[in-house]
């Protein structure tokens, strides 16, 4: 029986054939009996799926990113379309073709790293110049970059999301700078390329997209700090003289407030003009990115409306079109 992909499911079929695990969860429903919970992937998507009456010896049988068979059937349940399965079981690797798990390239990854050293090189700050092309010249480090998501549910959460993410934000910052001359461009260009710079170490990203034990226990705020500290070490050296300690002070201001507000997450809250206009450009760009996607992948194709989404507590209004 040929693949169905996950963007192909529909509701009240029969599925029959392997996934990517991520997310697994177990848990209990009212009555006390054990439930699995787990996201089932593909190269085209992810679906979320329930097995009822599960055991913790399942639970324990496979790892989030293993590939496992499973059978059951599809439904729609508010609004979207889930999998009850009735069958799970681990697979080895060596069986599975692995091009089917591969997300589809959905990012010009040449073009944006073409993009990147362009804006990055066309500062006319020396010393935020230098420091850039310190990372540009990281090979590992660029490479880690360019294949990240931004995050593993919300807004870029695929391979390249986060590369994608840092060059449009960039380029909203080269847009905007000239309506705001108190905005110190190239000082708001490098907290933008940086900002989410730890996430290339807080994020796994080989198959499933999950945190690392580095996300979890340090995430990419301090991450980003830490990696920004052994560039401006490289980049003195090379230009023989230090950048100055405010410029290196307020990039890293930028890192630890960008999530804005303390509820978010932030430890500190913006207190320069670059720092608060980070925060809100990066948050404009995240939010488009993530509602344009649950438009676009909604399966409530028989109303102009998506079904409602809890995370963000609001349906999304596609038209009538």
């Not at 589809?104 to 990147?116: A, F, G, M, S, Y």
């Not at 999301?161 to 108190?182: A, D, F, K, T």
């Not at 720092?275 to 992948?297: E, H, P, T």
Request: overall charge negative; glycine content about 6%; proline content about 4%.
């Amino acid at each position: 029986m040929s693949r169905r992909f996950v963007n192909e499911l529909g509701q009240q079929e029969t599925v029959d054939q392997v996934f990517l695990a991520s997310d697994k969860q177990l848990r209990p429903n009212r009555s006390g009996n054990l439930y699995l919970q787990i996201e089932l992937s593909d190269r085209t998507g992810a679906i979320g799926a329930r097995m009822w009456n599960a055991t913790e010896a399942l639970y324990k049988s496979f790892n989030n990113g293993d590939y496992v068979h499973v059978e059951g059937t599809t439904q729609l349940f508010q609004g979207a379309v889930q999998l009850i399965a009735t069958r799970l079981k681990r697979v080895d690797p060596a069986e599975v073709d692995e091009d089917d798990f591969m997300p589809v390239p959905t990012v010009e990854v040449d073009k944006l790293v073409v993009r990147l050293g362009e804006m990055l090189r066309g500062m006319t700050n020396p010393h935020l110049r230098n420091l850039a092309e310190c990372f540009l010249l990281d090979e590992p480090l660029m490479a880690k970059f360019t294949r990240a998501p931004a995050g593993i549910k919300n807004h870029h959460a695929y391979h390249g999301g986060l590369l994608q993410h840092v060059v449009n934000l960039m380029e909203v910052v080269l847009r905007i700078s000239p309506c705001y001359p108190q905005i110190d461009r190239d000082l708001l260009l490098t907290g933008a390329f940086l900002h989410d710079m730890g996430k290339i170490d807080e994020l796994s990203y080989e198959r499933d997209l999950a945190y690392t034990d580095e996300g979890q226990l340090i995430g990419h705020l301090v991450i980003a700090v830490e990696l920004l500290d052994a560039k401006v070490v490289e980049a003195e050296k090379l230009a023989g003289e230090p950048i100055p300690h405010e410029t290196v002070l307020r990039i890293k201001h930028m890192l630890v407030s960008h999530h804005g507000e303390y509820e978010f997450g932030s430890p500190k809250l913006p207190m320069t003009v670059e720092a608060i206009a980070l925060y809100l450009l990066d948050n404009l760009d995240a939010k488009v990115n993530s509602f344009d996607r649950l438009l676009r992948d909604d399966h409530n194709v028989d109303s102009p409306w998506t079904h409602y989404h809890a995370n963000i507590n609001r349906k999304l209004f596609k038209g009538h079109v």
